[in-house]
């Protein structure tokens, strides 16, 4: 993305999708092996082959549920072509034969048959044709057949000319912004790799930065090459999102300034268009007109305080701006309080919040 186009700025991290510390297994819906004794043996194993089942909580209580990365089916129908699709294009996922919509496991009464139509299926009406894999196993002493579905470097996968997502535990045909950030994904190209539609880009600004910062003293094209800008004569999205003409309608920055609360609107400014690292100037002179230090009493001598840190407020803009997904239309907003400020990022749910 744009932070290895222009220089270092310190990522946000943010903290990972929760993951359950510990398996719940119910033992009464799994086939486990005993010795003559009836003692369990090669656990360890069984676990290994539990796991495809039994994960995220899958089992809990004894009762089976689905998730977003769990699906089950009592029987062979094309619907879980589309959640063949959807694992493929964004993440691994089973789904379970033998299983009801409700959790009642009902198993499978001709494993090689399913087996079969369900390679076949796959393999004639999913494009490009998936990585997965099909293990047979008992739960509740009953035969299930589940298939994995691994996530795909050939992305979009499609299921009869759409491509599909899971919402919850239902799938989905994606949108057009999200088809092409899976075609993006498919090429192993970012949105700021792409070819510029604006041929003709100035760098004033990006110039004014060069020279500040490293002293640059002409902007020539062997500086825009080393930094990734401009390629076999060609300007991709990044030079056009750091050129003084950049036209990307989504490159836009929305500032509100509220009172005590929500319902009172004092001021307002949209920075639409433009160099990002002009919007980032004058986001930064917004920010300085209604938070400035002040004088608190707090006995002899006075301190100087500050309502929101301004430092704080440089680096999460910086990082709006870098790190958003501009393939999608919108605005970084930001909201404006007296005692914190909320930054809003397209893309990915990124979400800032500096408080004073």
């Not at 510990?22 to 819906?29: Q, V």
């Not at 919007?279 to 608190?296: D, G, V």
Request: hydrophobic share 40%.
């Amino acid at each position: 993305m744009l932070l290895g186009k222009i220089g270092k700025v310190l990522p946000v991290f943010l903290p990972p999708e929760p993951v359950m510390s510990m398996y719940y297994y119910n033992l009464e819906f799994c086939s486990v092996p005993k010795n003559s004794s009836g003692e369990i043996i090669d656990f360890t194993i069984v676990l290994t082959k539990m796991e495809v089942i039994v994960k995220r909580g899958l089992i809990i209580m004894g009762k089976l549920k689905e998730e977003k990365t769990i699906e089950f089916k009592k029987e062979f129908t094309p619907s879980f072509l589309k959640t063949v699709s959807a694992f493929a294009n964004y993440g691994d996922g089973e789904i379970i034969f033998g299983i009801s919509d409700d959790g009642e496991v009902v198993g499978i009464k001709n494993i090689d048959q399913l087996k079969l139509a369900i390679e076949n299926a796959i393999n004639d009406t999913i494009e490009p044709r998936p990585s997965y894999t099909l293990i047979e196993t008992t739960m509740d002493k009953k035969a299930v057949l589940v298939l994995n579905v691994y996530k795909g470097e050939s992305q979009p996968y499609f299921y009869k000319g759409k491509a599909y997502r899971r919402m919850d535990t239902a799938s989905v045909p994606v949108d057009r912004t999200a088809l092409q950030k899976l075609v993006l994904i498919g090429s192993r190209i970012d949105f700021d790799e792409m070819p510029s539609k604006n041929k003709e880009l100035r760098f004033e600004i990006l110039f004014k930065w060069l020279k500040s910062v490293l002293g640059i003293e002409v902007l020539t094209n062997d500086v825009l090459i080393s930094l990734g800008l401009l390629e076999h004569g060609v300007f991709n999205n990044a030079a056009e999102l750091l050129s003084d003409n950049n036209k990307i309608k989504s490159s836009c920055v929305d500032m509100v300034r509220f009172g005590d609360n929500i319902s009172i609107f004092l001021d307002r400014k949209t920075i639409q268009g433009g160099s990002i690292l002009l919007q980032y100037e004058e986001a930064i002179e917004f920010f300085r007109q209604w938070y400035k230090p002040y004088l608190a009493i707090e006995g002899i001598p006075r301190k100087e305080r500050i309502q929101i840190p301004e430092l704080a407020f440089l680096e999460a803009m910086a990082n709006a701006l870098i790190h958003r997904d501009y393939l999608i239309n919108g605005s970084i907003r930001i909201e404006m309080y007296k005692d914190q400020l909320i930054i809003h990022s397209q893309g990915g749910g990124a979400r800032w919040r500096i408080e004073g």
